[in-house]
């Protein structure tokens, strides 16, 4: 069992580029999630989906969109890169069983923006 | 939205028991507490988590007061490897069904000394 995997490990963009980061999770899990860390802070939401062809705005949406077209994939885009978004990403899978709500993260995705 | 008050950091001893605090008043009756931990540059790792009753699991313990605006997380015999930042999370629920969300704040740094 993979548990959730991030895609790619580490980026450097330079302004304006743009990317996708990839989430997949082989644990069936309904719930998916896209965090992110930045030096010495908690982690804030952006997006997440509660199913395949679902997503909805978090804390920290603006400059980045989701998708959600399978379910055991999340991706998350950045549309035209800017320095603000340089962060740690991390992406989150549950599954909505009643009474508990046990997320498993994968290992992030380490973006710098230049 | 349930908030959480936690102290930015402890220490503890190798070999004690750490006792983490949580401060969450204003959290409502359906609502469950969650405990979580991130080891430095790693994707967030669940403890445990509990909604009236005090709980254990193999890696800690949860006391939850009597009123529920308070509790506790408690690593009986503390190793280095459980310096971490630890967050107390009390899961909010947004909109009608099951669109469930962590929101993750700056957690307490815990440092187990030698």
């Known amino acids: 069992n993979a548990g959730v995997t991030q895609t790619p490990k580490f980026r450097v963009l330079k302004t304006g580029q743009s990317m996708t980061l990839l989430c997949a999770q082989d644990m069936n899990h309904e719930y998916m999630y896209w965090y992110r860390q930045d030096p010495g802070m908690g982690l804030r939401l952006i997006h997440y989906?509660?199913?395949?062809?679902?997503?909805a705005k978090g804390e920290v949406p603006d400059g980045y969109n989701v998708s959600r077209l399978k379910k055991q994939n999340f991706l998350l885009g950045l549309e035209s890169a800017a320095p603000s978004q340089t962060s740690v990403y991390f992406c989150?899978?549950?599954?909505?069983?009643?009474?508990?709500?046990?997320?498993?993260f994968g290992q992030g995705t380490r973006l710098t923006v230049v | 939205d349930a908030k959480t008050t936690q102290p930015p950091s402890m220490d503890c001893a190798e070999g004690r028991a750490a006792n983490l605090p949580c401060n969450h008043s204003t959290i409502s009756g359906n609502e469950y507490v969650y405990w979580y931990r991130q080891i430095h540059s790693q994707g967030p790792q669940y403890i445990i988590h509990g909604l009236k009753n005090n709980e254990t699991n193999e890696m800690a313990s949860l006391i939850i007061t009597e009123d529920r605006k308070s509790s506790t997380l408690i690593l009986p015999h503390a190793t280095l490897r459980d310096t971490a930042v630890y967050y107390c999370?009390?899961?909010?629920?947004?909109?009608?069904?099951?669109?469930?969300?962590?929101?993750f704040g700056k957690g307490t740094l815990l440092t187990v000394n030698p």
């Open positions: 999370i009390v899961r909010v629920h947004e909109g009608g069904g099951s669109n469930y969300k962590l929101t």
């Open positions: 989150a899978s549950s599954y909505p069983i009643t009474g508990s709500n046990e997320a498993f």
């Open positions: 989906s509660v199913g395949e062809g679902t997503t």
